[in-house]
């Protein structure tokens, strides 16, 4: 799943893609939205809370959406072939003169007045790369202790508590500060600390003209590098299952930095 770096470039896209021109051709194919026409309003920008896009309207409507899995918009130039979103995957288009943006296999969208975003995202943790994230500490402090035996790695990956992390900058975060991904919160110094390490690499990150991993970026140091040597002591980068079932995802790490 795209995590809150990700997210954040590709609401950058969009409201560079859509912002200041009309809405000249919209689809949306949902059931609950099908049949909306969007042609005449125009995009007054796209924003991001943790891993949710929320495309804001001039009649004062939010069209939200999430990637979950496999989601993606693409940008193709109005009128070239790919624009045509012909394709059984699109499930979201909205084009203006110049650009046609394509919402693909999206995991979630719905359209909802703009006064209304923070009910919808009431249930989640603050923002870690909200500007004003740092005013939010205590709140990330108290919903992170309310389980004090719970394995940090699941902690840090509950969007309850922090929104906008995945797997790979609860690994990255985490082996930064030499702590295990099954140490019980109660026993993490500083979760906040924790946070500010993830904040920072996501906004590297989403400056960065490629994700981490791929060409350009810069390298992970335990995220998908099983069997691998630990840049920092030598040590093959192993993976376990961090969180309570159905729930499990991978952690990666080294097991001499990080031991348990």
Known sequence: MPEGDVVLRVA????LALSGEEITR????????????????????????????????????????HLRMEGMWRIERTGSPAARGDRGDVRALLATRHWTCLGMRLGMMDLLATRDEPRLLADLGP????????????????????DPDRAIGAV???????????????????F?????PWRPVQEVPDVVDLATTARHLMQSAADATAAPGEPGARPVAVHGRLGLPCRRCGERIRVGEVGAAPMQRPAFYCPRCQPS
């Open 12 to 15: 950058r896209r969009l409201t």
């Open 26 to 65: 919209s689809d949306l194919r949902w059931p609950s939205i099908a049949g909306v026409d969007l042609v005449g309003l125009h995009s007054l920008g796209t924003v991001t809370y943790g891993k949710h896009l929320l495309t804001r309207l001039s009649d004062g409507r939010t069209l939200h959406s």
């Open 127 to 146: 923002d870690v790369l909200a500007p004003r994230f740092p005013e939010h500490a205590d709140r990330v402090r108290q919903r992170a202790r309310s």
């Open 156 to 174: 840090l990956l509950d969007q309850r508590v922090l929104a906008g992390l995945g797997t790979i900058y609860m690994a990255e975060t985490l």
């Open 176 to 180: 930064r500060h030499r702590i295990s």
